[in-house]
């Protein structure tokens, strides 16, 4: 059976709730970045899927800005995570908590 | 089957209308890359020159506020970004924020004993980032603009190394901010599945012509939109991430979050809403109206119980956030106006708030406790006359730009018959004056009021509040109460202030 559209978007709806309950539910943070990663290349199979179905080349396109976007974000996560770690010996989010109201 | 692709058309660029974001963008590059050459240049360079390339992009939004004015709007590259009065007036909103933050940073960072430009630079390239997103005619350009908006301010509200709430305060930023670009870029994507582009045009224009035929996709797509721009203007229940880094983050940092990273997410908001899915007002108003009552609500209540001064400042403007969203509600060209003139005015007042701050928190940037507070009045009178007149107006007492500013928004949700959101907001500004009065005791009590002698001999050392912090508070002060007293100026620059959306020429 030829898979169609709708099982891309399927798929790709599956991957970014994964990625987002990931998210909410593990702890450090490098697993943390490694779901947003999840969530961000769902939404390129979504995109590609969608372009492709459209006929379209702007959802290819678009998939470009997400891929540099990401990685500019695991950089910018990366050092917080290594200026953290330079403070306490582990970084979990559990163990940052000074803040509190 | 895929798409042939042709030959390339490269767009038509109008540089001059891309000015402001040119000049926020090369003043960056040219600040790291002259103090990198030249690290003897004295500290001061760094905030003079900040203050001065921000300048120089009002300057351009003010030359091109004329020349919308002759020839209408215009789109500056191809019909990816448009310049008409809103994105012009959010640009210069932006402008003279950073101008006003620079040199409460300078006297910051020689406290703290900071040195070099990069301070200066991420911020030069945030500022850059919201202008990008004021003027986007298209969704990737917006997501765009909002990463280069929120990436350079990750990076700010970490910038204290030495304190470990910083460092907290970043990490959860990064976090949640990612977690909510990720909803914006899955909007985005259902957007485009529904309408088969993802310019804000070619949105508005398809949406005229046909009926939708997946409504669901674009309804979720919509969803998607307002839960990733919520994060960003912190609306609740996307506020988690506001109180903490807030506390957590420099505190002239958080002036520059509060009030340009604010006004550009509103101008996000109020371009793909308002504007482009105009015509489909019926389906998100009843969520933004949820939102800015939840948002009013939660922000007043919860700032009153707050026991750290930049925390219940940080709930505060929660509350203001869904001020503005009663605004943004009423999805009228006076809504618009009134979500404009509020975002101006209170990005003045809440610079100037958390300069006084960022002078008394003290070395190590700690002393923010509402007990902190105590006897700042017998401290430094006039600073202590200044955070008082700025509270007031945060309040909406009559003569400041807060009243005005408030008093607009009210005016334009009652036009837009939106009469029981018009009392949930006045609720929520009479729950919120409590909050004002409650830091402004703390201001004018003595400092041993009860205390050790020990606290009223450390209370009574001398605060060293920085020349150009003061000018700024007093600047911010001037504007807060000329606005109240002659609001017409202001007024009809956001009367102004129309969203365009223009085909490719």
Same mark, same amino acid.
């Given at each position: ?7 891309y978007?399927?798929l790709a709806?599956?991957? /970014?709730v994964?990625?987002?309950v990931?998210?909410l539910?593990?702890r450090?943070p490098?697993?943390? /970045? ?7 290349n769902a939404?390129?199979v979504t995109?590609?899927?969608?372009g ?8 290819q396109?678009?998939? /470009? /800005?997400v ?7 695991v ?14 010996a582990?970084a ?10 | 089957? @895929?798409?042939?692709i042709?030959?390339?058309?490269? $767009?038509?660029v109008?540089?001059a209308?891309l000015?402001?974001v040119?000049?926020?963008a090369l ?7 002259v103090r990198?050459l =030249?690290r003897r ?6 905030w003079a *020159?900040?203050?001065?390339v ?5 300057g351009a939004?003010?030359?091109l *506020?004329?020349?919308?004015g002759a020839?209408?709007?215009?789109n ?7 310049v ?7 640009t210069?909103?932006?402008a003279?924020s ?6 409460v940073?300078h006297?910051?960072?020689?406290r703290e004993?900071?040195?070099?430009p990069e301070i200066y630079?991420?911020m030069?390239?945030?500022a850059?980032g919201g202008?990008? &997103? ?5 969704l990737?350009v917006l ?5 280069i908006?929120?990436? $350079?301010a990750?990076v700010?509200?970490a910038r204290?190394l030495?304190r470990?709430?910083s460092l907290?305060a ?6 949640l901010?990612?977690f909510?670009?990720?909803?914006l870029?899955y %909007?985005?994507a259902?957007?485009?599945? !529904? ?7 070619g ?6 012509? *046909? ?5 669901a996709?674009?309804?979720?797509g ?5 839960v990733g721009l ?8 996307f506020?988690? *991430?506001? $109180?903490?880094?807030?506390?957590g983050?420099p505190t002239?940092v958080?002036a ?6 604010k ?6 908001v ?7 899915f105009?015509?489909?007002s019926?389906?998100w108003?009843?969520a933004?109206?949820?939102l ?6 939660t922000?007043?209540?919860l ?5 750290d001064v ?7 403007s929660i509350?203001?956030?869904?001020f503005v969203?009663v605004g943004?509600?009423?999805?009228s060209?006076?809504?618009t106006?009134?979500a404009?003139?509020y975002l101006a005015?209170? !990005?003045v ?5 958390f300069s ?6 003290g070395p190590?940037d ?5 007990d902190?507070?105590r ?5 430094r009178p006039?600073l202590a ?10 309040a909406?007492v009559?003569?400041?730009?807060g009243?005005?500013a ?6 334009a949700a009652?036009?837009?018959?939106s009469f ?5 907001? &006045?609720v929520?500004?009479?729950v919120a =004056?409590?909050l004002?009065?409650?830091? @402004?005791?703390?201001?004018y009590s !003595?400092?041993?009021g009860?205390?050790?002698? %020990? ?5 009574a050392?001398p605060l060293?509040?920085p ?8 600047a ?10 002659l609001p017409s100026?202001?007024h009809?620059?956001a009367?102004?202030a129309?969203p365009a ?5």
């Open positions: 059976m030829e898979p169609t559209t709708g099982w978007l399927a709806a599956a991957l /970014f994964i990625g987002a990931g998210l539910v593990r450090n490098l697993v943390m /970045f490694m779901c947003v990663e999840l969530m961000l939404v390129n995109f590609v899927a969608l492709a179905d459209l006929n379209d080349v702007g959802g396109a678009a998939v /470009f /800005f891929l540099v976007v990401a990685a500019v974000e950089v910018v996560g990366l050092a917080l995570v290594v200026a953290v770690n330079r403070r306490r582990s979990t989010a559990d163990d940052l908590s000074a803040l509190r109201g | 089957m @895929m798409a042939q042709g030959p390339v058309a490269a $767009p038509a109008d540089w209308g000015g402001p040119l000049a926020l003043g960056a590059v040219v600040a790291i890359m990198t =030249a240049l004295p500290d001061w360079v760094d *020159w900040t203050a001065l921000a300048a120089a992009a009002a939004a003010v030359s *506020w004329g020349r919308v020839e209408g709007p215009f500056a590259v191809g019909d990816q970004f448009g008409d009065r809103f994105s012009l007036l959010v210069a909103v932006i003279v950073v101008m006003l933050v620079a040199p940073l006297g910051f960072c020689q004993g900071w040195s070099g630079v991420l030069l390239l945030s850059a202008v990008v &997103m004021a003027g986007a005619n298209d990737v997501f765009l603009g909002l990463e908006l929120s990436i $350079p990750y700010l509200a204290n030495a470990i709430q907290e970043g990490l959860k930023y990064f976090v901010g990612a909510s670009s990720a909803f870029l %909007g985005i259902l957007v485009y599945g !529904s309408t088969g582009t993802t310019n804000l045009v949105i508005r224009d398809y949406l005229s012509r *046909w009926v939708v035929l997946s409504d996709m674009l309804l979720a919509l969803a998607l939109l307002l919520g994060f960003k203007v912190a609306a609740v229940p506020h988690a *991430w506001v $109180p903490d880094v807030y506390q983050a002239p958080v520059f979050m509060a009030s340009a990273v006004t550009a997410g509103f101008a996000a109020i371009r793909v809403f308002v504007v482009a105009d015509l489909r019926g389906d108003q009843p933004v109206y949820a800015a009552v939840v948002t009013l609500l922000g007043a209540v700032a009153v119980v707050q026991r930049k925390r219940m400042l940080a709930y505060s509350a203001h956030a869904g969203l943004v509600q009423a999805a060209g006076r809504g106006a009134a404009v003139f005015a209170y !990005s007042l809440v610079i100037g708030s006084v701050l960022a002078a008394v928190s190590g700690s002393r923010t406790g509402l902190d507070l006897g700042l009045n017998s401290r006039a006359l200044g955070f008082t007149v700025l509270l007031l107006a945060q909406g009559p003569l400041t730009s009243f005005v408030k008093f607009e928004i009210i005016a009652v036009d837009a018959r029981w959101l018009a009392v949930v907001a &006045m929520s500004a009479v =004056a409590f004002y009065l409650r830091i @402004m005791v703390a201001v !003595s400092p041993d009860g205390d050790g002698a %020990g606290d009223a001999e450390e209370s050392e060293a509040v020349v150009l912090t003061g000018l700024v508070v007093a911010t002060v001037a504007v807060t109460v000329g606005v109240g007293v100026v202001l009809d620059l009367r102004d129309i959306l223009v085909a490719a020429g």
